[in-house]
């Protein structure tokens, strides 16, 4: 699997977009971006996925760029309760070897 | 849906006592995983069942680990002898899209 690099920490106003980087420079063609994020003393929760074209559902939007090499997580307007670690997981569309491996990821801090 | 459950939530035990993790998936899921946590580590997938069926324990630390699945519904993770490097938060997910897991709240084992 590819792997991905992403800023160890980020600060985002409540209200405001917090947008969140994720460099995956080797990603091969066959390999998914997915997102997860922990909050504090929980499971990683899934956010949303996408191969090459931009995604979004109720909880962010993916943009992907055409190289494929990079990626952004956009929270539309941030709430306290997004403070969270948010990964940023790369690999093959899912078939039985199905496993995701985690990075170190970005700590969100969302201010009021 | 009452979601992944496990048990129990925290656990404390001394050096060289057997500990035994429960899970209950979703039901409905086909795949279950066991992840573990820890600062200096990350998370880090121990062993995926796929319909009940071991398909990797490459994560598995040591022999004194096991996991076992009898039944769609049920799973456990258990360590025997215990050991001091063992303490760590134990998460167990499930799956049937493969591509979007759901974590339940962890097993946050303390061994003395």
């Known amino acids: 699997d590819a792997k991905t690099t992403q800023p160890p920490s980020m600060d985002c106003a409540e209200g405001r977009a917090a947008n969140l980087p994720c460099n995956h420079s080797?990603?091969?063609?066959?390999?998914?971006v997915y997102w997860y994020r922990q909050i504090h003393s929980q499971g990683p929760q899934y956010i949303i996925h996408g191969l090459k074209n931009n995604e979004t559902n109720e909880m962010a939007s993916l943009i992907i760029t055409e190289d494929r090499k990079s990626s952004t997580l956009i929270l539309p307007h941030a709430t306290l309760r997004d403070t969270a670690v948010y990964y940023c997981i790369v690999r093959v569309k899912p078939n039985n070897t199905d496993k995701l491996i985690f990075g170190t990821g970005t700590r969100l801090q969302v201010f009021p | 849906d009452a979601g992944v459950i496990q048990s129990p939530r925290h656990e404390v035990t001394e050096m060289g006592q057997e500990v035994t993790l429960r899970c209950k998936p979703i039901s409905g899921h086909n795949s279950l995983f066991w992840y573990r946590q820890t600062m200096m580590r990350g998370l880090e997938l121990l062993i995926y069942f796929n319909n009940n069926v071991p398909i990797d324990d490459s994560g598995m630390p040591e022999d004194r680990f096991s996991a076992k699945m009898p039944n769609a519904s049920f799973s456990t993770l258990k360590i025997q002898p215990s050991e001091p490097r063992d303490s760590a938060v134990y998460f167990c997910a499930s799956s049937i899209r493969q591509y979007e897991q759901y974590f339940g709240p962890g097993t946050r084992l303390t061994v003395t």
């Open positions: 080797t990603i091969s063609g066959n390999e998914y």
